[in-house]
């Protein structure tokens, strides 16, 4: 299972990059949405897929057994700082539409003059 | 008296100048600076019986133990004259400052500061044993030469010419250090004194000419020789004061210090003889022949001085003969070495005078153009009589000082055509021509100085103000000055016994046990010689030449600039800040996406290139975990919604299947035993989901446009580079644990230590409790970000405006 999450994360990442690539903001965005799930995916299968048991400490499982607690707690954190980061994304592409009327990144680059 | 202390004395002083300035508006801060050089003159002449004798002081202060870095103050005949030099002329310099610099217009704090860190930075050039500490002051006078160069700084001349000086000298610094570590490596130390002890075993070292050339590429650019002379007469946009104190008498003179310190370490080398005396000398032409083109006062100076400064190099050069030379009280070599201290002294004195000079007619006329000037002689008396006195001795005429040491200087070069070695045999006839024709050119430009200034008709409405004779107080100096002149024609013996003579002990201590071994004496008339004949050859053809100067001065002005060596200043600024420029702009191109590219690139080199180099890639195949039918469909699931993502032209469909893609991972981490991630994911996907649609909601017209994404290769690439690349990782991070999770003392103690059940939960309160309390933190910044984007709104004009 780990080979094939191997490879599965490997496609998320590389989505991701292709769309941080693209000139729309939004698909930028997506992109970035894209790549937490990959790290987070990535941080899962590193510490292993095994263990029969959530980590919830229950009479009559042994401590084998446990699923690997530290890269859930890890990810627990990154999912909320991704999502952070997600909404705060939005809502400066969201003021930058409003403010420059597009959202195309070609063209929201500095002109020759602002060196 | 530990007077190491002494050299930071200025520096200490400077930090109550602008207090001083302040608060004691009423007296000009000049007359509280002033009590520095004369304290510090007073203190150090005191010290003169001991160097007279031959003897020598060290005072020594550790700074960094660890590296072997102290503040050794060494004094002995040498660093004594430049000592007293630099407290000497700075005492009458600032004197001259304080009635040249108004008081109320000026920004005198600053000015004083700046003199009082050149001090100490110049104190501690000469008095400094330690090579690293040497340089640390060199630089320092490159640093406070440049501010006072600036000083008025609203000149874009004065900025120009400031960047200038600090461009080269900083320059030739670096390479000094060069030098210098290089010394150190060879020596095993970074006292001078016992390099010089050292200096016969370095001679044969691979580093001996490596060395050799930095450190003179450091004294050569700092003593303006050429072709490194072109920041000196840019330097004289500096306040006159300043041009006298650092361009003439002290700063430049750091470089011929630096030349007769380190003589006895590199004498032994024929490579340095030719470059210091062959430099030197054609510097000394150089400086004299354009000195004829300038039309500013302290351009024609500046010139001169450039030109006097080769010819104290080339002596020094000549001096290092005295090394090769058995029986040297039988000849004529003995002389440079004191010639070149000797002309040294007076160089500093009737310099000092003639920029005291140039000051004052630029103060009291409004303009040092020589072509609006001249007939001031009447109406100047004290300043003509003072200018004459210091032009005639820059000449070579008697009565004095310059007319004794020019003499010395022309036996000095002649006796090189005795020398035979380095091929001097061939090529020693050159230093007596190109000597003579200096000196010739000296002639003219002193005469040029003097009479095209004072003689000849006066026109009085070329000049912005009328012209008058200066006050007293800025006569003082160079009238001191001026008097000194021929008071050292009359005791040059006494001169030499007690300033020269020591000093040249310590260019030459290979051949002088104590200053009285010196066996020169000078004397005003020594019979009808070869030198007699020279010096009146030089008065009769300069004299001459001087009369006809207006109708050849003119063919200067047919050199082209395009080629001269400031021109090649000038295109190497140029090119290197516009070809730094381009080069920046090549890859700095404004769009996100090259920076990106250039990030992720890196990402994959460094990742890649590390998993290689530490031979970290492995496949564990064994201790894996089973793959279900739950699982590929959901893998399936997630794998299409990415592909959607990729390939839908609808944002909205993009938007819908980013929301697939989050729940399948969810679904992933219910599958892997992870329920508390699923229920997070769950929650945030939602809301990121409604988010995401709520943004689309406010911006119809996004939603609605559709836009064609083609394809892009190299984007592809890049991706594809990134997501193998996290394969990889994942694969080789899964299959090799280089040291036992942690995660193991988490379940052992969960329940005993912190009490709870939920591992998850425990780590994340507890165990990490500072991690989370972080992760809250920034999500209060984000929430803070997105309040102020929607809640604050800049008006259009403020956001263009900030830019500039």
């Given at each position: 299972m780990e080979i094939i999450m191997s490879v599965a994360i490997g496609f998320l990442f590389m989505a991701a990059v292709y769309l941080m690539l693209s000139k729309s903001l939004i698909r930028i965005i997506i992109g970035t949405g894209l790549l937490s799930h990959g790290a987070h995916l990535l941080l899962l299968t590193m510490g292993g897929l095994g263990g029969n048991s959530p980590p919830v400490v229950a009479?009559?499982?042994?401590?084998?057994?446990?699923?690997?607690?530290?890269?859930?707690?890890?990810?627990?954190?990154?999912?909320?700082?991704?999502?952070?980061?997600?909404?705060?994304?939005?809502?400066?592409?969201?003021?930058?539409?409003?403010?420059?009327?597009?959202?195309?990144?070609?063209?929201?680059?500095?002109?020759?003059?602002?060196? | 008296m530990s007077f190491v202390f002494l050299i930071f004395l200025p520096l200490l002083a400077a930090l109550f100048i602008p207090l001083l300035f302040k608060k004691v508006g009423k007296i000009h801060t000049g007359w509280f600076v002033l009590a520095v050089p004369v304290i510090l003159f007073i203190y150090y002449a005191s010290l003169l019986p001991t160097t007279i004798d031959g003897g020598n002081l060290v005072s020594e202060f550790q700074w960094i133990p660890s590296l072997d870095i102290a503040f050794v103050a060494y004094i002995d005949g040498l660093s004594l004259l430049f000592t007293l030099l630099i407290t000497g002329i700075g005492a009458l310099v600032v004197?001259?400052?304080?009635?040249?610099?108004?008081?109320?217009?000026?920004?005198?704090?600053?000015?004083?500061?700046?003199?009082?860190?050149?001090?100490?930075?110049?104190?501690?050039?000469?008095?400094?044993?330690?090579?690293?500490?040497?340089?640390?002051?060199?630089?320092?006078?490159?640093?406070?030469?440049?501010?006072?160069?600036g000083y008025w700084?609203?000149?874009?001349?004065?900025?120009?010419?400031?960047?200038?000086?600090?461009?080269?000298?900083?320059?030739?610094?670096?390479?000094?250090?060069?030098?210098?570590?290089?010394?150190?490596?060879?020596?095993?130390?970074?006292?001078?004194?016992?390099?010089?002890?050292?200096?016969?075993?370095?001679?044969?070292?691979?580093?001996?000419?490596?060395?050799?050339?930095?450190?003179?590429?450091?004294?050569?650019?700092?003593?303006?020789?050429?072709?490194f002379y072109i920041w000196l007469p840019d330097a004289m946009e500096a306040p006159t004061p300043v041009s006298a104190y650092l361009h003439s008498a002290t700063m430049v003179k750091a470089g011929l210090y630096l030349v007769a310190r380190l003589t006895p370490v590199f004498a032994i080398s024929g490579t340095w003889m030719w470059l210091v005396a062959g430099v030197g000398l054609f510097t000394m032409f150089w400086g004299s022949f354009f000195a004829l083109k300038q039309k500013d006062l302290k351009g024609i100076l500046a010139f001169s001085t450039v030109s006097q400064l080769g010819l104290i190099m080339s002596l020094l050069g000549a001096s290092a003969a005295g090394y090769h030379i058995d029986n040297i009280a039988e000849t004529t070599f003995m002389y440079a070495g004191?010639?070149?201290?000797?002309?040294?002294?007076?160089?500093?004195?009737?310099?000092?005078?003639?920029?005291?000079?140039?000051?004052?007619?630029?103060?009291?006329?409004?303009?040092?153009?020589?072509?609006?000037?001249?007939?001031?002689?009447?109406?100047?008396?004290?300043?003509?009589?003072?200018?004459?006195?210091g032009?005639?001795?820059?000449?070579?005429?008697?009565?004095?000082?310059?007319?004794?040491?020019?003499?010395?200087?022309?036996?000095?070069?002649?006796?090189?055509?005795?020398?035979?070695?380095?091929?001097?045999?061939?090529?020693?006839?050159?230093?007596?021509?190109?000597?003579?024709?200096?000196?010739?050119?000296?002639?003219?430009?002193?005469?040029?100085?003097?009479?095209?200034?004072?003689?000849?008709?006066?026109?009085?409405?070329?000049?912005?103000?009328?012209?008058?004779?200066?006050?007293?107080?800025?006569?003082?100096?160079?009238?001191?000055?001026?008097?000194?002149?021929?008071?050292?024609?009359?005791?040059?013996?006494?001169?030499?016994?007690?300033?020269?003579?020591?000093?040249?002990?310590?260019?030459?201590?290979?051949?002088?046990?104590?200053?009285?071994?010196v066996d020169v004496h000078v004397s005003a008339w020594h019979g009808f010689n070869t030198e007699l004949f020279m010096t009146l050859g030089i008065f009769a053809v300069g004299g001459l030449m001087f009369w006809t100067l207006h109708k050849w001065q003119k063919s200067y002005d047919r050199f082209p600039d395009a080629i001269s060596l400031n021109a090649l200043y000038d295109n190497l600024m140029f090119l290197s800040d516009d070809g730094a420029n381009r080069f920046s702009m090549l890859y700095m191109t404004g769009f996100i996406r090259s920076y990106l590219v250039y990030m992720f690139s890196f990402v994959i080199f460094i990742l890649l290139g590390t998993l290689y180099l530490t031979e970290a890639f492995a496949v564990d195949f064994t201790n894996l975990a089973p793959v279900g039918f739950y699982e590929i469909v959901i893998l399936v699931a997630l794998v299409g919604s990415t592909l959607t993502i990729l390939v839908s032209k609808s944002r909205l469909t993009s938007i819908i299947a980013l929301g697939a893609v989050g729940y399948s991972v969810a679904l992933f981490f219910v599958i892997f035993r992870a329920p508390d991630l699923a229920l997070t994911q769950l929650v945030i996907e939602t809301i990121s989901v409604a988010l995401f649609l709520l943004a689309f909601y406010h911006l119809p017209q996004i939603s609605r446009k559709e836009e064609r994404m083609p394809f892009r290769l190299g984007n592809a690439v890049v991706a594809v580079g990134v997501g193998i690349t996290m394969t990889l990782i994942a694969l080789s991070s899964h299959s090799q644990k280089a040291m036992p999770s942690i995660s193991e003392f988490y379940k052992e103690t969960v329940y005993t230590e912190a009490g709870g059940g939920n591992i998850v939960n425990v780590i994340l309160v507890d165990y990490r409790g500072f991690d989370t309390l972080f992760e809250i933190a920034v999500l209060g910044i984000a929430g803070i970000g997105i309040i102020a984007m929607i809640k604050l709104r800049l008006s259009k004009k403020e956001g263009q405006h900030e830019n500039k």
């Open positions: 009479d009559g499982v042994s401590i084998s057994d446990y699923a690997d607690p530290l890269p859930q707690a890890l990810i627990l954190t990154a999912i909320v700082i991704s999502f952070a980061v997600t909404s705060f994304f939005l809502v400066l592409a969201y003021r930058s539409y409003q403010e420059l009327g597009t959202d195309n990144m070609d063209l929201l680059r500095g002109t020759e003059d602002h060196e | 004197l001259y400052s304080i009635f040249y610099l108004d008081k109320h217009r000026e920004q005198l704090h600053n000015f004083y500061v700046y003199l009082l860190m050149f001090m100490t930075a110049m104190l501690g050039i000469v008095q400094s044993d330690h090579l690293i500490t040497l340089y640390l002051f060199w630089e320092l006078t490159s640093i406070s030469s440049f501010l006072l160069i700084y609203t000149r874009d001349r004065s900025r120009f010419g400031a960047l200038k000086s600090m461009m080269i000298t900083v320059f030739g610094g670096l390479m000094m250090l060069g030098g210098f570590v290089l010394l150190s490596i060879m020596g095993n130390t970074y006292s001078i004194r016992e390099l010089i002890t050292l200096a016969p075993e370095m001679a044969t070292h691979d580093f001996f000419i490596w060395a050799l050339v930095l450190v003179l590429l450091g004294a050569f650019t700092k003593s303006a020789q050429f072709p004191f010639a070149a201290i000797f002309h040294l002294i007076n160089h500093a004195v009737f310099k000092g005078s003639l920029f005291m000079i140039a000051g004052i007619i630029d103060h009291e006329t409004g303009t040092r153009d020589i072509r609006k000037l001249g007939g001031l002689m009447s109406l100047m008396p004290i300043s003509f009589t003072v200018a004459m006195i032009a005639f001795s820059m000449a070579g005429l008697p009565p004095f000082g310059g007319f004794l040491s020019k003499e010395m200087f022309l036996t000095a070069m002649l006796s090189l055509t005795d020398f035979d070695l380095f091929s001097m045999d061939v090529w020693g006839i050159l230093f007596p021509v190109v000597a003579w024709l200096g000196s010739v050119f000296t002639f003219i430009y002193s005469f040029y100085f003097v009479f095209h200034t004072f003689a000849g008709k006066h026109k009085p409405k070329q000049l912005p103000k009328p012209a008058h004779e200066a006050p007293i107080g800025m006569l003082i100096s160079p009238v001191f000055l001026a008097i000194l002149v021929i008071v050292i024609f009359f005791i040059p013996n006494r001169v030499g016994d007690w300033l020269v003579k020591p000093a040249v002990m310590a260019i030459q201590p290979f051949l002088y046990n104590s200053p009285s071994e």
